[in-house]
Structures are given as structure tokens and as C-alpha cells.
């Protein structure tokens, strides 16, 4: 037996706090428009591909989408993209260095940019991953900032904020991709900001319908409800407090009891490792969570309704 959950109405009523705006200036900014290796721009071997006798290295592509143009099959900003990508289990890597930055002085800076890895599926399931890495000099060494090992199936904005402990005058990003038989690991629009010292505030609240199709009946922890929330600035909290749902069905019992869950994710991929709180049960329409205190991050993150 299946239920179309969908046809009923949901109303949501949220409760958080939210501090002003406040504006961001462009440091760099590259969104590979060119098709080819952008100016300042270099590639250095991290692991090479070994065909012997010969070495040689996996070079970065600047085009539309990933493998083939078809995983995916559009840049997320324009026309092109960069993309890393050879299929091999090998782990064959290859570092793409932006220009220096200087970052003396600064107060927040963050890079932003666009990033998918799709994974390949033949009888398994295998995707590419990035690493990006910083050095604080020309001869200094390279270190991880942040890493993305897991598939990453729809474009996806990164925000990675840069600590005050390691900024200086002559700062390198490197977008380090991995070979893992993947379709790829691709960035678009790759920018630094400096978003100086500014009160977080929520700058913009999307609400999105996770799931379309029918639900089988006694499942539970099935995704309906996407909240994405954009949180701007730096400084301070933005506490997500409560967050009543209200169904305009005429019965209760067409959830189960304690059959409607909270989760959280820090971006727009639902997992279960988050619960924001005990299940709970409609009663006269309502399921409210309260006390939730969910600090919502800088960047996209989204709070997920489940029945």
C-alpha cells in the first residue's frame, strides 16, 4: 500500500534570531569563462599517472560540466568550468594553484566556490574527491584547509573561511583532485572575499518540497521538507529556536505517532547523523519543536522535515 504524503498542506512556523546586514568586497575572482588554464594559474604533480616507461601528469580540464559533458552536463556559473578527471583507482592527483592572494590585514576572509563530483556507478559505486590546500609563501609547505571525499551530486556552493592564524601577504589556494573512478570532480566561480567583521544574520529562508513521489506505507524518516537557510556574516550566532508544522488534513493519524522528525545538514544532502530533537506526534494539526538552539553555520545549510 502507498500514501501520496504530498497532496496534504504543510504550514511551517519558524523561530530563530537574525542580526543586520552587511556588505563583502571581491578579492579574486575566477569563473574559467576562457575554456582554457586562466591566466596566473598553475597545476603542480602531486601523484602522477605511471604508464610505463613513461610518467606524466593528469591535467585539469576547462570545459562545460564533467566526464563527457554529461556528469554533470553544465558549468554551474556560464559556460565553462575546471574539472579533474581521469578513471582510475589509482589515486593519481593534481594540484590547481590560483594566484596568490594577499590577506594581510584582513579581517574575515572566506573563498567561496562551486563544486560537484558525481559519482560513477557500474556494478559499484565510486566518485573523485578534492582537497583544498593553502601555503602561506612561495616556499612554504602545502596544508589541507577542508576535504571532500563523498559524492556530490548537484552543483553546490562551498564557503571555507580562512583563519587569522594562517593568512599572509602571499597566500595560495590549490584545489587538489584525486582519482577514485569517478566522473570527475569539478569547481566553477571560485572567488575570495573578504567579508570583514559583520554581526551573522539570515539573509535569505527557502522552503523546498524534498520529495515527489509516493510514500510506501510504514516507512518512516522519508525527506518532505527542505528549509535552506543563508546565513551572512561572521561574528555572533544565529540560533534556529523552534519550528512548528502544521497539517491541514483533517486527522491526525494520517502521520504515525512521533512519526514527524527534525534533521539538520550542513548543506542540501539529506542524512540522518543530525536529529534536532525527539520525534513527535500531531495533535490538532501541529508538531512543534521547540528549544532546538541549532546554531545555523555561515553558508547554505537546510533543516529537513521527515515522516
Given amino acids: 500500500m502507498k500514501k501520496n ?33 586562466p591566466s596566473g594559474w598553475q597545476e603542480e604533480w602531486v601523484v602522477p599517472l605511471i604508464v610505463p616507461p613513461d610518467t606524466t601528469a593528469i591535467s585539469w ?11 554533470p552536463d553544465s558549468a554551474a556559473i556560464g559556460n ?6 581521469y578513471q582510475s583507482y589509482n589515486n593519481e592527483a593534481t594540484r590547481l594553484v590560483m594566484p596568490p592572494v594577499n590577506l594581510a590585514g584582513r579581517v574575515k576572509p572566506a573563498l567561496t566556490f562551486w563544486h560537484i563530483q558525481q ?19 612561495t616556499d612554504s609547505a602545502w ?7 563523498t559524492a556530490v551530486e548537484a552543483w553546490t556552493l562551498r564557503t571555507v573561511q580562512i583563519p ?15 582519482t577514485k573512478y569517478g566522473n570527475g570532480t ?28 509516493f510514500l510506501a506505507s510504514g516507512t518512516q524518516v522519508n525527506p518532505i521538507i527542505r528549509i535552506d537557510f543563508v546565513v551572512s556574516g561572521n561574528t555572533g550566532n544565529v540560533p534556529f529556536q523552534a ?46 519543536f521547540s528549544g532546538l538552539n541549532q546554531v545555523l553555520p555561515f553558508g547554505i545549510c537546510s533543516v529537513w522535515v521527515t515522516f
Avoid at 559519482?119 to 609563501?137: F, M, P
Fill in 243 to 288: 519550528l512548528t508544522v502544521h497539517s491541514t488534513s483533517s486527522s491526525d493519524t494520517i502521520i504515525s505517532s512521533n512519526g514527524v522528525r527534525l534533521f539538520f545538514t550542513p548543506d542540501t544532502f539529506f542524512n540522518s547523523t543530525t536529529p534536532l530533537s525527539t520525534p513527535k506526534s500531531l495533535v490538532s494539526g501541529n508538531a512543534t
Fill in 143 to 149: 596544508r589541507v584547509l577542508t576535504s571532500y571525499t
Fill in 61 to 71: 580540464l576547462y570545459q562545460r560540466g564533467g566526464r563527457l559533458n554529461t556528469w
Fill in 186 to 213: 569539478c569547481i566553477d566561480d571560485v572567488k575570495v572575499l573578504e567579508t570583514g567583521i559583520s554581526q551573522r544574520r539570515l539573509s535569505n529562508v527557502r522552503v523546498n518540497q524534498a520529495s515527489t513521489g
Fill in 5 to 37: 504524503m504530498l497532496r496534504n498542506s504543510w504550514v511551517l512556523f519558524l523561530s530563530l534570531f537574525s542580526s543586520l546586514a552587511f556588505g563583502q568586497n571581491i578579492l579574486f575572482h575566477e569563473g574559467f569563462e576562457g575554456g582554457v588554464k
Fill in 80 to 85: 565553462y568550468n575546471a574539472c579533474f578527471l
Fill in 164 to 178: 587569522d592564524s594562517i593568512r599572509s601577504s602571499n597566500f595560495y589556494i590549490g584545489f587538489e583532485g584525486r
Fill in 119 to 137: 559519482a560513477w556507478t557500474w556494478g559499484e559505486t565510486a566518485n573523485d574527491q578534492l582537497r583544498i590546500v593553502y601555503k602561506r609563501g
